[in-house]
DNA sequence: GATGTCGTCATCCTTTCGGGTGATTTTGCG
DNA sequence: CGCAAAATCACCCGAAAGGATGACGACATC
């Protein structure tokens, strides 16, 4: 949580700098100064909102449910059942939650730049779950990954 | 959701206005641009962070209340359910048998290679096929059309 | 015979994936 | 606090996948 402050000091400096220094360029345009301030109000609420998203994103620990699936649809409607996710397995595979997460957001299609995008996480950051999911699940590519996770009822 | 663009607006224009009526008030002081940028940034980048609180504490309620959800129900077998495939939808997308045997051997985890070999058909063929696959469904990756396949009762 | 669809195959090029390795930071827990 | 697990990020490289385009033959239909 330290360098969210430390981002925010560098782009308030950053951007205090580039004001001052800018200012003998467009301070003699009329309504320079609201500009400034839409400008600056815009950049930092949309990092306030990045911020925001950020560090309230949902760090909950896995919580211990036994469940077992129910199945028997009639192959009309594909979804609405709630899925309760098969725990046993992922333990025992050693999945941890945010594998699984990656994993759910690949079965729904998502290429790794999205999900990193989804998720505020680099793109490296989701090919490394991604690798480790894999090879956990014994599974070369992706969509072997998420047939893997169906059959093993991790995945809805 | 609306609401918060709502706020948002009011807000921007509250401070822009404000700003406006203000500047002339302290634009004979030194810097007051410098500190017009600070103003502006702490007041959005806090608005920001608000909102981005705002926004996910209700997906974090929600989540809340369906998680700790204890089902039980009878350890049934998968019910063999032998799928009928919606050849209605495969019509009117334009979707050939051939493309979607390909697509079904893409939702099995099989790559374009393993394809080939279990078609006796060259990769080049699958790719091709795939190509079509993937723009009947609009889907930009394999995992992509996997799911659309589903969602549509195109595949199993 | 002309037309259209389908399956087949190719080439070129770009993007995406996956494997491997190493590193730092955050977090949970004793 | 200190450790271990988890999460994060970076870099490289080769393989796979995807887009665009063109082509050819079989087959059906009008």
């Not at 996710?85 to 992922?90: I, S």
Request: aromatic share 8%; net charge positive; hydrophobic share 45%.
């Amino acid at each position: 949580m330290k360098r969210h402050a430390l981002i925010f000091g560098l782009v308030g400096g950053t951007l205090i700098a580039t004001l001052q220094y800018t200012e003998y360029r467009f301070v003699v345009l009329e309504h320079s100064v609201e500009l400034y301030g839409a400008l600056v109000a815009v950049l930092f609420a949309a990092f306030g909102i990045w911020l925001g998203l950020r560090i309230t994103r949902r760090r909950e620990t896995i919580r211990e449910t036994v469940v077992l699936k129910e199945v028997l649809v009639p192959a009309e409607t594909p979804a609405l059942e709630p899925f309760a996710p098969n725990t046993e397995q992922q333990r025992t595979l050693g999945i941890t939650a945010r594998e699984l997460e990656i994993l759910a957001l690949i079965a729904r299609g998502l290429s790794n730049r999205e999900i990193a995008t989804e998720l505020f996480v680099s793109e490296n950051t989701v090919k490394t779950h991604c690798a480790r999911a894999f090879d956990k699940l014994g599974a070369a590519r992706r969509t072997q990954a998420v047939q893997r996770g169906k059959e093993l009822g991790i995945l809805p």
